[in-house]
């Protein structure tokens, strides 16, 4: 059987083309808005749903888990369904089931919207980006995949944390909301208008129940263990224990279940006989630690050490966002135009990262906007540059028949590398603030000179502005414990920004030497088939010596192309 996928549109119309990116693109921003508006707008969230810890954790890891969910199906429902159908049925779910939340404060209600919007924007992100593959030659796809980026990470990571702040302050969270309603309508219309994309005949596969089971009870084992695993101490809390067993346990049934279907299960392991996406897909775990965890790191900071309005918190990452995009631009240019290979602006991303987080680590509780923002601005010229190279290297030599599967498996891993990178960064921070506070407080004491000084000039100044001198001396030592606390906060803080830099410096040699181990090992399996086919030649004219009234030589050539393919496939064909 065979299923309708994407080739071209007519690449005689080009404004339909046009309106298929920018339909794509916006489609994209729905699920952008939609997968960070628990970053800024969770208190107030929480205070109109009259909702505990508990009960709202359900509302994050309900998004969550079936977004990465959504990952793993797509490919099976592209292989059932236009792709720009799947498109726009995606991007109207996820704007009406933002609708509906935006009317509503019963937390049962928006953890069911929350299940529809997750698994909507998976599918969409995945249908998104291999349309845009699918739909126009290769030699376009640097440009292409960085008008893509924008939608899918630069606006997650600046664009909307900025509008959401001042919505949040302006109005409320149901508007947050209520904003993804008209853009999923303008997208749905663009995609709609543009021009039908000629089908392509794909071998379709039965949808495999038990490998989609077991891989659903992974990830949301795993998405409920990295989010909520800081808030129970990790292992110290039985769910978390179980969760994380029961998870392993689905993960390698899933794996080998895979396994022993020979290529019928819902994994396509001939992904993996590609060196580049085989590089990519370990890239992607790091590439998604630093982009979730930075874009965690920066307005927490903003938010609980310098008190920044949401507003604030949000405009501060928005300047980052104009030299994310020039600079996914630029490394297009270069590669489209000047054939540079993807791989050389990853060196670039990686300092840029570093080198941002080191001067962010740095910060102190006087620190301002204008202190963070040149650390924040080579920020987004890193993200930039690092990540529409590893786009580019996982699915630039990926066929028609697996490339959905290329982009779902990367996009989890991404995700999946982004809620350790946070849930690792969260628990760093609490445990280095109690251990600051700890060490701090050992060393301010009453009997400390610098100590004495400082709670007897606090008392006097409260004493002058008509505080009783025994009130005053009691707030004398409140604020100073509240000194301690927030300076412990901000030591703690420096030490996740360094902790993000010293993951390149660890994972770089790792990924270097993985990217040599892999390039040995493709290499070491193509020459032994190289070899074996070309003895073929030699064996069939040794045939032809000892073999008298050979029909013709016409046949023999015959013969030796046939048997040459056949090698060709064999050695090919996965284990």
Same mark, same amino acid.
């Given at each position: 059987?065979?299923?309708?996928?994407?080739?071209?549109?007519?690449?005689?119309?080009?404004?339909?083309?046009?309106?298929?990116?920018?339909?794509?693109?916006?489609?994209?921003?729905?699920?952008?808005?939609?997968?960070?508006?628990?970053?800024?707008?969770?208190?107030?969230?929480?205070?109109?749903?009259?909702?505990?810890?508990?009960?709202?954790?359900?509302?994050?890891?309900?998004?969550?888990?079936?977004?990465?969910?959504?990952?793993?199906?797509?490919?099976? /429902?592209?292989?059932?369904?236009?792709?720009?159908?799947?498109?726009? =049925?995606?991007?109207?779910?996820?704007?009406?089931?933002?609708?509906?939340?935006?009317?509503?404060?019963?937390?049962?209600?928006?953890?069911?919207?929350?299940?529809?919007?997750?698994?909507?924007?998976?599918?969409?992100?995945?249908?998104?980006?291999?349309?845009?593959?699918?739909?126009?030659?290769?030699?376009? !796809?640097?440009? /292409?995949?960085?008008?893509?980026?924008?939608?899918?990470?630069?606006?997650?990571?600046?664009?909307?944390?900025?509008?959401?702040?001042?919505?949040?302050?302006?109005?409320?969270?149901?508007?947050?909301?209520?904003?993804?309603?008209?853009?999923?309508?303008?997208?749905?219309?663009?995609?709609?208008?543009?021009?039908?994309?000629?089908?392509?005949?794909?071998?379709?596969?039965?949808?495999?129940?038990?490998?989609?089971?077991?891989?659903?009870?992974?990830?949301?084992?795993?998405?409920?263990?990295?989010? !909520?695993?800081?808030?129970?101490?990790?292992?110290?809390?039985?769910?978390?224990?179980?969760?994380?067993?029961?998870?392993?346990?689905?993960?390698?049934?899933?794996?080998?279940?895979?396994?022993?279907?020979?290529?019928?299960?819902?994994?396509?392991?001939?992904?993996?006989?590609?060196?580049?996406?085989?590089?990519?897909?370990?890239?992607?775990?790091?590439?998604?630690?630093?982009?979730?965890?930075?874009?965690?790191?920066?307005?927490?900071?903003?938010?609980?050490?310098?008190?920044?309005?949401?507003?604030?918190?949000?405009?501060?990452?928005?300047?980052? =966002?104009?030299?994310?995009?020039?600079?996914?631009?630029?490394?297009?240019?270069?590669?489209?135009?000047?054939?540079?290979?993807?791989?050389?602006?990853?060196?670039?991303?990686?300092?840029?990262?570093?080198?941002?987080?080191?001067?962010?680590?740095?910060?102190?509780?006087?620190?301002?906007?204008?202190?963070?923002?040149?650390?924040?601005?080579?920020?987004?010229?890193?993200?930039?540059?690092?990540?529409?190279?590893?786009?580019?290297?996982?699915?630039?030599?990926?066929?028609? !028949?697996?490339?959905?599967?290329?982009?779902? /498996?990367?996009?989890?891993?991404?995700?999946? =590398?982004?809620?350790?990178?946070?849930?690792?960064?969260?628990?760093?921070?609490?445990?280095?603030?109690?251990?600051?506070?700890?060490?701090?407080?050992?060393?301010?004491?009453?009997?400390?000179?610098?100590?004495?000084?400082?709670?007897?000039?606090?008392?006097?100044?409260?004493?002058?502005?008509?505080?009783?001198?025994?009130?005053?001396?009691?707030?004398?030592?409140?604020?100073?414990?509240?000194?301690?606390?927030?300076?412990?906060?901000?030591?703690?803080?420096?030490?996740?920004?360094?902790?993000?830099?010293?993951?390149?410096?660890?994972?770089?040699?790792?990924?270097?030497?993985?990217?040599?181990?892999?390039?040995?090992?493709?290499?070491?399996?193509?020459?032994?088939?190289?070899?074996?086919?070309?003895?073929?030649?030699?064996?069939?004219?040794?045939?032809?010596?000892?073999?008298?009234?050979?029909?013709?030589?016409?046949?023999?050539?015959?013969?030796?192309?046939?048997?040459?393919?056949?090698?060709?496939?064999?050695? !090919?064909?996965?284990?």
């Amino acid at each position: 059987m065979t299923a309708a996928l994407v080739a071209t549109p007519s690449r005689d119309r080009p404004a339909t083309g046009t309106l298929l990116v920018a339909g794509v693109v916006l489609a994209t921003m729905t699920e952008a808005i939609a997968s960070t508006v628990l970053s800024l707008g969770r208190g107030d969230i929480i205070g109109d749903t009259y909702a505990t810890p508990d009960e709202f954790a359900w509302l994050d890891v309900g998004y969550t888990a079936p977004k990465l969910i959504g990952f793993m199906a797509a490919a099976w /429902l592209m292989s059932r369904i236009s792709p720009r159908n799947l498109i726009v =049925g995606s991007t109207l779910v996820m704007g009406a089931a933002c609708a509906i939340a935006a009317i509503t404060a019963r937390l049962d209600l928006l953890v069911v919207l929350r299940v529809m919007q997750g698994f909507s924007g998976g599918v969409l992100l995945v249908a998104g980006q291999a349309i845009i593959f699918l739909a126009y030659p290769r030699r376009y !796809q640097p440009i /292409l995949q960085a008008l893509f980026a924008i939608g899918s990470v630069v606006a997650p990571a600046t664009i909307a944390p900025a509008l959401q702040g001042w919505l949040l302050d302006s109005q409320s969270w149901t508007w947050i909301f209520f904003s993804v309603v008209p853009v999923s309508l303008a997208a749905t219309g663009l995609v709609l208008l543009a021009d039908y994309p000629v089908p392509l005949n794909v071998a379709r596969r039965p949808f495999d129940w038990i490998g989609f089971s077991l891989v659903a009870t992974t990830l949301f084992c795993f998405t409920y263990v990295f989010s !909520q695993g800081s808030r129970w101490d990790w292992f110290e809390e039985s769910r978390i224990l179980w969760l994380t067993v029961i998870g392993t346990a689905a993960l390698l049934a899933f794996l080998g279940q895979q396994a022993m279907g020979k290529g019928r299960g819902l994994l396509d392991f001939t992904l993996f006989w590609s060196e580049d996406f085989s590089f990519a897909f370990i890239v992607s775990f790091v590439a998604g630690a630093a982009l979730f965890g930075s874009a965690f790191l920066i307005p927490s900071f903003a938010v609980s050490v310098l008190a920044f309005t949401p507003t604030d918190a949000g405009l501060l990452l928005l300047p980052s =966002g104009a030299l994310f995009i020039g600079a996914l631009l630029t490394a297009a240019f270069l590669m489209q135009v000047r054939r540079i290979p993807p791989i050389a602006t990853v060196p670039f991303g990686i300092l840029m990262i570093m080198a941002s987080m080191w001067m962010l680590s740095g910060s102190t509780i006087e620190s301002g906007a204008d202190d963070m923002m040149p650390a924040i601005l080579l920020r987004g010229l890193g993200l930039g540059f690092l990540f529409l190279s590893i786009t580019l290297i996982a699915f630039g030599k990926l066929n028609e !028949q697996n490339l959905a599967s290329g982009i779902g /498996l990367f996009n989890t891993g991404r995700q999946l =590398g982004g809620l350790m990178g946070v849930a690792l960064l969260q628990t760093l921070i609490e445990n280095n603030i109690a251990a600051n506070v700890a060490v701090l407080g050992a060393n301010v004491t009453a009997g400390v000179l610098a100590v004495s000084e400082r709670l007897a000039a606090t008392t006097a100044m409260l004493a002058v502005k008509g505080m009783d001198p025994l009130a005053a001396g009691r707030a004398a030592t409140s604020l100073l414990g509240r000194a301690v606390a927030g300076q412990s906060t901000v030591i703690a803080f420096d030490t996740a920004f360094n902790a993000v830099a010293l993951l390149f410096v660890i994972a770089a040699p790792v990924l270097v030497a993985t990217k040599i181990g892999l390039s040995r090992y493709m290499r070491k399996h193509t020459e032994l088939p190289s070899l074996e086919l070309n003895a073929v030649p030699t064996l069939i004219a040794t045939t032809l010596d000892m073999t008298p009234n050979w029909p013709s030589p016409t046949l023999a050539s015959n013969v030796l192309d046939d048997r040459s393919r056949r090698q060709v496939e064999d050695a !090919q064909a996965p284990a």
